[in-house]
Each structure stands twice: as C-alpha cells, then as structure tokens.
C-alpha cells in the first residue's frame, strides 16, 4: 500500500502521505487501535468523535442550526411581519435601512427572506422524512424477503424512477388544486406530496443493496440460529448496518428538494401566495432580473447557503462514516 | 450477453407498462373539464361536448380508456389531442429540439465534468482541486433558473456573446441553454470523476501499471481511468431522464419549443394523450439509455461478463 502511495507522493502533500502511513498500520492491527483507547468505540462514536473535529461539519452544522432558529422563530431576526408592505418603495435597492432592499410590493426583503426559511425547510425536512421512510420501508422488504417479492418491488421502483421527478410533481401537483382560501400549511403538503410520491426510489434501492449486502453476514445467521424474529433481526440487526448510506443520500437530497420547491414555484406551481418562501420570491424576482437585481440575489444566496449546508453535512457525515476514507 | 439483453428488454416492456399506467392513472385524477372555456366567452353547446367526450371515449372507465390507448399506440397511433392536431406531429416538432438540448447539455458533462474530474483528482488538494470543489459547491447549490437567468442576462444580453433566446432550435441556439441545462450534473459528474479516480489511484492495478514502466498519461489515461469511469457513466445514465424533464426549466428561460412547454400546456388542458406520449418517449429513451450503461460496464470493466 506505501508503495502505491510513494508514485501518488509525487503529487500528494507530504502530510497526506503521514496520514495513509497511519491508516495502512491500523488497517494490518485491526485490534490494536481500539486496546490503546480504553474502551472498543462503535461505528457511530467513531464517526461522532471523527465530526467532532470536522471544520466542514462544524460550518454547516453551525449554519443549519441558524437557518432552523430562523424557520422556527422569525420573530427573532427581525421586528417587521412580512404583511405589511409600502408600495412607494416598490423595488428600492440595497440602503443602510434595509440591508436587502424592497421587493416589488415594497416588502422589506430581509424580513420576507427571514420568513420565507420556514417553508423552504419545512418542504425540504418533510419530503426529506417521508421519503427516507417511504424508500427504507420498500427497501428493507424487497431486500429481506428476496423472491417474487422483491421482484415486484423492484419493478415498481424501476416505474417510479423511470418518471422524470419535475414532470410527475407537475402531474401531482395539478391533480390537487388548491382554492385560494386554502390554509399555508396544506399548500406546503401538497409540494411535499409531489417530492415525495416520486422521490422514494433511490432510498429504496440503497436501501435493498445494503440489505442484501447486510442479510449474509454472520451476525445475522447467529440471530436467526438463536431463534429471533424477522421483525427484530431486521430492526436490531440489519437496519443500524444498512443505514449509513441511505442517511448520507438523504442528507444531500434535502438541499436538492428545496431547490426543486423553488423550481415548482418558479413554474407557479410549487409554493404560491400568501406562503413566503424562497422559491416564491426568486420567482417573482426573475422576471425583474435585468432592473432589479438585489430582489433576486438575496432569497438565492439563502436558498444556496441552505442546500450548501445540507451537502456539506451529508459529506461530511459520508466521511466520517466510510472508514476507507480516513 | 444476447439472453441478458433480451431479459432487460422484457423487463423494459413491464417498466414502460407501468408508468404509463402510472401517467394515465394520474392525468384521468386530473380535475377539470377539458372543454371549458374551448367554445369563447360562451359554454360549449352540450352537443358539442357530448360528441366530443364520445369520441375520445372520455366517458368510459380508467382501465378501458388506458386499454384502447395501448392498442392504438401498439398500432403507432399517438391518438390526437382535444383541436384535433395528431400527438404525433407535436411531438415530432418538440422531441427533436429537446433531444438535441439534452444532448449538448450532456456534451458537456462529459467534456467539462469528466475533464475537471480527471485534473483535481490527479492533484489532490492542489490548486485546481480547491478551485474546482468550491466552483462545483457554487453550482450546485444555485437553482437552475437562477443559473439560466444570469447567463442568459450576462453572456447573452450584456456581452451578446450566446442569443438570448433559442426559438427555432438550432444547434448553435442551444449552446447556452444546454449548458444551463447540463451545468448541475456538470458538477456532480466531475466530483464523482474526482473522487472515484482518487480512490483508484491507490489500486494495485495501477501500482503494476506504474512499475511496469509506463507513462504517467498512460496509467491515468487508459488504466486508471477506464476503471473509474464506471460510477460516472451509471449518473450520466441515470441523469438522462432528469435532464430531459429538467428541460422544461430551461426550455421556459431560452424560450424553445421542446418537449418541456407542450407538456406544461398539456397538463394544464388535460390533454391525457399528449402527456402519455411524451412521458412515454421519455421514459423509453431514459430505459434505452440504461440498458447501454449496464452493456458499457463490460467494455469498462473486463471482469464484468453478461452471462
């Protein structure tokens, strides 16, 4: 393995090469690591004490916490409501009062932007959810029983993934009309509704390969040898072993599902008035993107940060939880 | 390899069975009436409406309308919609744009992702790498009509260098959208070039490749890289079926009759036969397109055989 690593030196750091001299004794002593720390440390220690000292983790975690005070108490940031609006200073650019400036109806963009965090999350963490347990559900099951019916399982993920995800949420989304007296919370539903029907798939197949990969193991037969239930060698035994992955995927995919909300609204479909969002608000802001540029940066810049920090989270925890990586 | 192809073929004709079902299911649950508002300021006189939801058999049950629009389309017949246009010339104007969009867009992700891929994975932390992470963070993390809208204001309306719009479709129309289209994959493709290539770099095959004697370029290029290029042509494959629905994003910025607006009108209008068509092309071509990747692994990867 070093000498692999001496051709790569050329071009790798010294440090790095330090370090892979480090992984390639500890992979020789499997045992070793662990006597010289005391105690043996779980996979899931090990990636918590790996986080610890992330700075990537570090970054993101900090800006989600932030972003998730944002969407849960507006109210904080602050003291305007995004009601209330004065027409004469109808898209006003950037000033010293208002760091944001005013969008078209003269709202206070910093205050539409503060309160458009809930919704945009709250999509992304309820598409995100439903998915991951929707996709684990048909995963575990096609994986563990095998047979016909994982047969059947499989096909009916190849029929949802072989649909293009903005043109089936388009399908969802005008199958349920909503009045406009229709409360924000129903409106946000019915996007999640959308994501979330045709989203599941890639969850579910991780999910069936790391099962499989899973179901042979040794521990697995020693359960079932010792008469366990399925339900429980499932839950207790293959699932801790099979989620990292589909947790990592899931990570990511919440940044990318609040970028699609923003997409579906861009297309007057996803998020419509009176619900604030980003995605509202950069879609209202692109057709003014040539006389008034602020309108459009700033919603923009806090939907990236936001879907940034979901990658960078998923990364990071990826890395952490990928042993060949360290 | 021949009774592998043919089990996937079978295995297309079930997928392409169901989804469109699954389409055809979804577009009858559409609410509304097709014929409203299609007479002018008056309603359709009853008559009218009558005849019409005769003919198009508007009338009878979900499985029976779905089971004479698979025997028609067996027959080649893509049906007409509601003003009486074939589906098929619609489609045959939209498909070939949209088609040609989705390809330069992945042009691109193959030149641009896999050319940065190969160059910050050879330079680990080097410069390039950092300045292709970040640049590949920026990206990915800005919505696409974001992405489209900027370029379109800065390269196309301030420099003039691309047309601003892309009405008639030609290839040279589309460089710009396509690569609006293509540049979120873009940087997907090249940090899955990175970081597969990084890992392979470390194999022993390369090891022998570079003890051997041989140069540089060549253990990069040809043995190292044809092995890593496995999981990057699995997302391109994959990423043709979100491309070519993503369109319609990119497709409502540049102003280009693909595939991406008639489908838009046509959910709205419930046309059911027109969505069903596109999404059935779609989905063929998405299924087509996988079945080649799987068949390319073998050629990638001399140890993979289809039995």
């Not at chain 1, 692109?286 to 990658?311: D, Y």
């Not at chain 2, 990069?220 to 993503?246: E, K, M």
């Amino acid at each position: 393995m070093s000498d692999i690593d001496a051709s790569a030196a050329a071009t790798a750091p010294t440090a790095r090469g330090g370090s892979q001299h480090h992984e390639a004794i500890s992979t020789a002593l499997p045992g070793r690591p662990q006597e010289g720390h005391g105690e043996p440390r779980s996979l899931g220690k090990d990636a918590w004490l790996d986080l610890r000292t992330n700075p990537i983790f570090l970054i993101s975690a900090t800006l989600i916490v932030v972003l998730l005070t944002m969407a849960m108490f507006p109210g904080l940031f602050t003291s305007q409501t995004p009601e209330s609006a004065d027409l004469t200073k109808s898209r006003v650019g950037p000033s010293s009062q208002a760091w944001f400036g005013y969008d078209l109806q003269g709202n206070d963009i910093y205050t539409l932007t503060v309160y458009g965090a809930r919704a945009s999350i709250m999509v992304g963490v309820l598409a995100t959810t439903i998915t991951l347990l929707l996709g684990s559900l048909a995963g575990i099951v096609a994986g563990y029983a095998g047979g016909w019916v994982d047969s059947v399982i499989s096909r009916l993920t190849d029929v949802f993934y072989a649909i293009p995800l903005l043109l089936g949420a388009i399908l969802v989304v005008f199958a349920f009309p909503t009045p406009p007296e229709t409360p924000s919370i129903v409106i946000i539903l019915r996007v999640v509704a959308a994501l979330a029907i045709l989203g599941w798939t890639p969850v579910a197949r991780i999910m069936r390969s790391s099962v499989i990969g899973v179901k042979q193991a040794d521990y697995v037969q020693a359960a079932r040898a010792l008469g366990a239930s399925p339900v429980r060698i499932v839950l207790r035994h293959i699932l801790p072993n099979a989620v990292a992955p589909v947790i990592v995927v899931s990570t990511i995919a919440l940044g990318g599902y609040i970028a699609v909300e923003a997409t579906l609204s861009f297309l007057g479909l996803g998020l419509t008035p009176p619900v604030v969002s980003w995605g509202v608000a950069i879609s209202e802001a692109s057709t003014f993107v040539r006389v008034s540029p602020h309108m459009l940066l700033f919603p923009s810049l806090f939907l990236s940060i936001t879907v940034l920090a979901f990658i960078m989270l998923g990364d990071a925890v990826r890395d952490a939880l990928d042993p060949k990586l360290r | 390899m021949g009774r592998y192809v043919i089990r996937r073929l079978l295995q297309m004709v079930l997928v392409l069975i169901g989804t469109t079902f699954l389409i055809f299911a979804m577009v009858y649950a559409l609410p509304g009436d097709p014929f409203a508002g299609k007479c002018g300021d008056r309603a359709c006189p009853p008559d009218y409406v009558a005849a019409q939801r005769a003919k198009f058999g508007l009338d009878d049950p979900l499985l029976i309308q779905y089971f004479n629009y698979v025997k028609n389309l067996l027959r080649g017949n893509f049906g007409e919609s509601y003003n009486g246009i074939t589906v098929a010339s619609q489609l045959q104007q939209a498909i070939p744009i949209t088609l040609r969009l989705t390809a330069l867009a992945v042009a691109f992700e193959i030149v641009i992702g896999i050319g940065a891929g190969i160059l910050s994975g050879i330079r680990r932390n080097g410069y390039f790498d950092n300045l292709a992470l970040i640049s590949t963070l920026v990206v990915i993390s800005i919505p696409i009509f974001v992405i489209g809208y900027v370029l379109q204001f800065t390269l196309g309306v301030k420099l003039g260098i691309f047309p601003v719009t892309a009405s008639d479709g030609s290839w040279g129309q589309l460089i710009l959208p396509g690569l609006v289209l293509g540049s979120l994959s873009l940087a997907y493709v090249s940090r899955l070039t990175r970081t597969s290539l990084a890992e392979n770099l470390r194999a022993d095959y390369v090891r022998t490749a570079v003890a051997k004697g041989l140069s540089r370029t060549r253990v990069i290029g040809v043995h190292t890289l044809r092995n890593s290029l496995i999981p990057v042509v699995t997302y391109i494959g994959g990423d043709v079926g979100t491309l070519l629905g993503g369109a319609i994003v990119t497709e409502g910025i540049f102003n280009i009759n693909g595939i991406g607006g008639l489908t838009f009108q046509a959910i709205r209008l419930k046309e059911g036969s027109l969505v069903v068509g596109v999404v059935t092309l779609l989905v063929l071509v998405f299924l087509l397109v996988n079945l080649l990747v799987d068949l390319l692994y073998a050629v990638l990867d001399p140890r993979i055989r289809y039995e």
